[in-house]
């Protein structure tokens, strides 16, 4: 009995030296894209209608990841369309954004090198420049008109409000928001994405409510009415 214990004890040691050279990222990246695809599949049965929107593209994984997990789930599929928007150069934060991590860290990348990852996916359309810039002349400019998901992975509250502001009019019922930052701040309701996700709600009558959460901080709602 002893014996077994002890390489039961041993088996465990070994899981957490092994668990140990997985990045918490990895971890945190794994589950969003566990989140994309189980919400498109919720989109395809609840027949919600509207493009996909992703603020804050980074390098690209999770625009990419949801446009190929909706060619498979639909079965082929082209009527949605896939807007990445990110700056591709770095954050702008503005007074009241400070934070240890998020306004230190360099989110610049090279928009040629990411644009190829997408070569072969004509649904997905890359819109790079500060939103102040991309976002302020309303969704029209795009010919957006619904919103079936949408992906707000831009971390400040200055970010998240232009974000937000964007989103008015083509949110509807049945709209899934996956808020990547939802409890950083250390789950501040009157900072970042959060803050900016309340005075949303409370500007324009939509109520949400939380159906799932995954990784660092992030959140998923469904809009329930609107």
């Known amino acids: 009995m002893r014996i077994s ?11 957490i030296q092994l668990s140990s050279f997985i990045s918490p990222e990895i971890i945190h990246n794994n589950e969003k894209h ?19 929107l992703e603020f804050g593209v980074y390098e690209g994984t999770s625009l ?9 789930i639909s079965g ?20 009241g954004d400070d934070h240890p991590f998020y306004t230190t860290f360099d989110f610049s990348t090279e928009f040629q090198i990411i644009k190829k990852r997408f070569k072969n996916l004509p649904s997905v359309r890359l819109v790079p420049g500060f939103f102040n810039k991309t976002l302020s002349d309303g969704p029209k400019k795009y010919g957006i008109k619904k919103v079936s998901m949408a992906l ?3 971390d400040l509250y200055s970010s998240a409000k232009q974000t937000f502001k964007f989103l008015e ?13 939802y409890y950083n701040y250390l789950g501040g309701k009157n900072v970042g994405v959060r803050a900016a996700f309340k ?3 409370k500007k324009n009558g939509v109520e949400a409510e939380q159906v799932d959460n995954y990784g660092i901080g992030g959140a998923v709602f469904l809009v329930t009415k609107c």
């Open 34 to 52: 566990s989140v994309l695809k189980k919400f498109l599949f919720y989109k395809k049965i609840e027949g919600v209608e509207g493009d996909y």
């Open 5 to 15: 214990h002890k390489l039961f004890l041993l088996a465990q040691d070994l899981y």
């Open 76 to 95: 082929g599929d082209s009527k949605m369309r896939f807007f990445g928007f990110d700056s591709f150069t770095g954050m702008n934060p503005q007074k």
């Open 152 to 154: 707000v992975d831009c």
């Open 199 to 201: 005075d949303f709600l």
């Open 169 to 181: 009019g083509v949110v509807q019922k049945g709209t899934i928001l996956i808020l990547d930052d």
């Open 64 to 72: 990419k990841g949801a446009s190929t997990y909706w060619k498979k």
